[in-house]
């Protein structure tokens, strides 16, 4: 069974830094293009970062370009977002997905309950 765990997620003033995991389960990840994306009640999924099979190839949508940075580590089955100058805006649920496709036009498949992040003074 496919399972996504994210953590990490925390209370963080603006201009703070958190890193975000994504713990894989039942799947071997390897083989996977991992993508995380945000939403908020009420608001739009927007697709933060992704990072495909090879970890050369990464996508980074550009509001967060040269503040977040995504990796893997296949021998942890975990995916994880450094994320640096975080912004009041960008508080919201967090979540890690399996993407259908590539990274630039990600289908998500299968997510996990998501992390919190909130940004405020």
């Known amino acids: 069974q496919v399972q996504l765990v994210e953590s990490g997620g925390d209370l963080v003033q603006p201009g703070g830094s958190l890193r975000l995991s994504c713990k894989t389960f039942?799947?071997?990840?390897?083989?996977?293009?991992i993508g995380w994306f945000r939403q908020a009640p009420g608001k739009e999924r927007e697709g933060v970062s992704c990072i495909a099979t090879s970890e050369d190839s990464t996508y980074y949508a550009d509001s967060v370009k040269g503040r977040f940075t995504i990796s893997r580590d296949n021998a942890k089955h975990t995916v994880y977002l450094q994320m640096n100058d975080l912004k009041p805006e960008e508080t919201d649920v967090y979540y890690c997905?399996?993407?259908?496709?590539?990274?630039?036009?990600?289908?998500?498949?299968?997510w996990g309950q998501g992390t919190q992040v909130t940004v405020s003074s």
């Open positions: 039942g799947f071997t990840m390897d083989y996977y293009t």
């Open positions: 997905a399996t993407v259908l496709g590539n990274c630039t036009s990600p289908e998500y498949e299968s």
